[in-house]
């Protein structure tokens, strides 16, 4: 929101959030009306009034796709232009991007039902392509430079162009993020080149779709963080730094905010002189950069078939909330699966800065389902091996194993790659000491007996231990589960359950909901397992995951990790980060478990606390 917003500043379908593309449900019926009316073939048909919902579409496509690419780069680091970080706001802020595109969509049809000469257009016309580029090299490149000059006065900065400049650091979508008052001024503006070809009967398809694309790839391009365009093209024609700018140009003006306001050609801003003297050095500086040495890197994988969509280089707006599935997106969904089979590599999603630390989440291309199918385990290995090899030579200090990268089955909780490679200078943590941790400090203060159920691990054992020791009585289900428990050290108090009356529940893989059923009305769930139980009562409390609320400290973490809420971070994630700051030279896998007293201690020290 701008600093003092003006009139017209929010989108007038604001209010009908997911439902405002109704709006176009007239027009759209109408196009299909005039399909089955038309008797004559394609002579009368009205392809631009046809096109106008794919091409929205297409643009709708266009747009994430940079996104995506842009969030990648960004996160490996190479060519990067700004290290500031983006957080939670921004993303919120950014999320109306598509707004834009519906009110293009809107003008389209409108124009084309008012105007005779909009209608029934050719696909392609010479005359029409060169007039609208020399238009928009002239007068649009022009009238915007001194519209984007004005739009810094005081006056109309306060109340409409200060919502842009919110985000210093910019990606893709930034590009489009203005107050509606400022949205149809542009339009008004790059009207001019469309009107004009209408106007003089040269307008064609190509001429007004290719050129809102147009507009499109420069303002995405120009807004990411990272330089892409190589010297090679400024050396074979070097006027082009004059007609063309590049991403660490418009970043300039959005972090000096007084150079460097053209539109998409420099030429205007080095005739007034409002050129950034530092923009060829940023740009040399930006294509030179290498990629980020991370100290930690945390390997996770995709959960489940749509759970791309949730990471950080997926959609923005999904990733800003913990994760769901959504039944609209299997379309999209199929095609992901169908190029993650083909594509097949670990990839970077996130990177967080943390006082002197540099991290990073890595994500195996395998779901959930698969490292339950055996004849996938070797091959889910090799991938967790090479993520584990590359990190090591890259310098990390720390690899975290996430989810059921950790599995005892797969590679006994990482202890196998240890073996494999004794030279390995990083160490690898699986967090399991935080995650006792966690659970022990989130049973309520003066409980005297709790009840067990799940799968029996490393973690299961030490947190039935440490109860046992603090004098909890400990029930389980099940006969089997008491003697494996019992066997232990210190656990006399373990017993096995008669009625299911205890109020405290700690739960792990393998809960049930007919054993959920059998819980008192009010009892709290508290899950030790990475994925949370199935939820199958509203009567009772289902606690987070082993996870804890990172401080503010932590930077650009605007995406939810799986199921958490925002700014919570799985305690498996959480070990590797607390064992790099503090120094701890020492693997934690297989069976072996740190003081989880000690890790929980630097938690807190550090600014972690508990989400509830």
Known sequence: MATKPGLLTDWPWKHLGSFKYMILAPWAMQSIYSIAKNKNGEKERDYINLLVIPFMVSRILHNQIWI???????????????????????????????????????????????????????????????????????????????????????????????????????????????????????????????????????????????????????????????????KWIFSIFPPLKYLMYTPSFHSLHHTQFRTNYSLFMPFYDYVHGTMDKSTDALYETSLERKEDSPDVVHITHLTTPDSIF?????????????????????????????????????????????????????????????????????????????????????????????????????????????????????????????????????????????????SLSKIAFAIVSALCQQGIKVATFYENEKLKLSAMPHASKVVTSENYTQMIWIVGDGFTGDEQKKAPKGTLFIPFSQFPPKKARNDVVYRHTPSLIAPPSLKNLNSCENWLPRRAMSAWRVAGILHALEGWNVNECGEDIFEFKKIWEAALKHGFRPIN
Request: proline content about 4%; aromatic content about 14%; hydrophobic content about 40%.
């Open 68 to 230: 995506s690419i842009s969030r990648h780069r960004t996160a490996k680091g190479n060519n990067r232009i700004l290290d500031r970080t983006i957080e939670f706001e921004q993303v919120d802020r950014e999320s109306n991007w598509d707004d834009n595109i519906l009110l293009s969509g809107i003008l389209l049809y409108f124009f084309n039902s008012t105007l005779k000469s909009a209608s029934f257009l050719p696909i392609w016309r010479n005359d029409g392509i060169i007039i609208t580029i020399l238009i928009h090299a002239g007068p649009v490149e022009y009238l915007y430079y001194w519209l984007h000059r004005g739009l810094h006065h005081h006056f109309l900065y306060t109340r409409y162009h200060s919502h842009h400049h919110s985000s210093i650091v910019t990606e893709p979508i930034t590009s489009v993020i203005h107050p509606f008052a400022e949205h149809l001024s542009y339009f008004a503006l790059f009207a001019i080149p469309m009107f004009a070809t209408i106007l003089t009967g040269t307008a064609s398809l190509i001429s007004l779709f290719g050129y809102i694309t147009y507009i499109d790839l420069m303002n995405n391009m120009g807004h990411c963080n990272f330089e892409l365009v190589p």
């Open 310 to 454: 949730h990471l950080q280089v997926g959609f923005a707006s999904f990733a800003s909330k913990p994760q769901k599935s959504k039944w609209y997106m299997w379309p999209l969904t199929f095609w992901s699966v169908t190029f993650n089979y083909i594509y097949g590599k670990t990839f970077i999603v996130e990177r967080n800065l943390f006082e002197k630390l540099k991290l990073q989440s890595w994500a195996i291309p395998r779901y959930s389902i698969q490292y339950s199918l055996k004849w996938q385990g070797k091959s889910i290995n090799g991938l967790i091996e090479e993520a584990i090899l590359e990190a090591d030579a890259r310098g990390a200090k720390i690899i975290s194993l996430g989810l059921l990268n950790q599995s005892e089955e797969l590679n006994r909780r990482g202890e196998l790659f240890v073996e494999k490679h004794p030279k390995m200078k990083t160490k690898i943590v699986d967090g399991s000491s935080l995650a006792v941790a966690v659970v022990l400090n989130s049973i309520p203060k003066g409980t005297t007996e709790i009840l067990f159920r799940g």
